[in-house]
């Protein structure tokens, strides 16, 4: 089973940047297919971006495509999202997850997540 723990998030203004960490252990990071999603209070959890384990990426193609980015180390063994000109719309817990198989968008591809982080942007 893989283990998931984000770090990076916190209290920002509107128009700040944000890098978002999640590491990873317990698996061949190499092989997944890593993802970022989130969720709002009141909300439904989003699909915000994913890095295939081959290099292929998808983002949410409405708000976020432009402004946030995903990266990945495998040396590190490390998913990154870097989140520039945060809005206050953007406020909620970000998770990332790992999935072996599936399309990268669907979060029913993913079988292990982190605990979340939590970004709140101020307006």
């Known amino acids: 089973q893989v283990q998931l723990v984000e770090s990076g998030g916190g209290l920002v203004q509107a128009g700040d940047s944000l890098r978002l960490s999640c590491a990873a252990s317990?698996?061949?990071?190499?092989?997944?297919?890593m993802g970022w999603f989130r969720q709002a209070p009141g909300k439904e959890r989003e699909f915000i971006a994913a890095?295939?384990?081959?290099?292929?990426?998808?983002y949410n193609t409405g708000s976020v495509k432009g402004r946030f980015t995903i990266s990945r180390d495998n040396g590190k063994n490390t998913v990154y999202l870097q989140m520039n000109n945060l809005k206050p719309e953007d406020t909620a817990v970000y998770y990332c997850?790992?999935?072996?198989?599936?399309?990268?968008?669907?979060?029913?591809?993913?079988?292990?997540w982190g605990q979340g982080t939590q970004v709140t942007v101020s307006s």
């Open positions: 997850a790992s999935s072996v198989t599936g399309p990268l968008s669907y979060e029913n591809s993913y079988d292990s």
């Open positions: 890095r295939s384990w081959i290099g292929g990426v998808e």
């Open positions: 317990g698996g061949t990071f190499s092989r997944l297919n």
